[in-house]
């Protein structure tokens, strides 16, 4: 377990899934750009072969390189996409699903992306809540819709 989980809230100024799956390519470039191991976190297998599919037409001129997680695999790529309860050892955990993973205290970076839903904020802030409660350091984004 890392000695301190930082989990950055990103609050996003849309109620748009497809713009906020566009800032989250942004935010997994980011993060391939500083070396950072990646692991997105989805609810099921046909969220993980869209977020799979998306990642490779979403943008003409970027790569990032990525595949859906295969236990293991030898030689796994940065970013590795899943919904198992038994993940890779990544740097960084993309979680886009609607709770707290049970394994989340393995990664020393959590990122969460909000966008403007009730109920997806709803459930955003009981996540925040748990983290905070369980000693994560918490950072919030808020992104205006000209930011996006």
Not at 52 to 74: A, I, K, M, N
Not at 110 to 116: H, T, W
Not at 127 to 139: A, K, L, N, P
Request: net charge negative.
């Amino acid at each position: 377990m890392p000695s301190k989980i930082n989990v950055d809230f990103y609050i996003l100024d849309t109620n748009s899934g497809q713009k906020s799956l566009l800032f989250a390519c942004r935010l997994l470039e980011k993060a391939y750009a500083d070396q950072q191991s990646i692991y997105i976190h989805t609810t099921n297998k046909e969220e993980a072969d869209r977020i799979d599919h998306f990642l490779w037409t979403y943008r003409d001129d970027s790569f990032l390189p990525h595949h859906l997680y295969q236990p293991g695999e030898v030689f796994p790529a940065p970013i590795q996409i899943g919904f198992t309860e038994t993940p890779p050892s990544q740097t960084t955990l993309f979680n886009l699903t609607r709770g707290v993973p049970t394994f989340y205290q393995q990664f020393p970076r959590i990122i969460e992306i909000v966008f403007s839903d009730p109920s997806v904020q709803q459930l955003a802030r009981e996540r925040y809540r748990y983290y905070r409660d369980q000693g994560c350091e918490m950072t919030n984004y808020k992104i205006k819709a000209n930011e996006l």
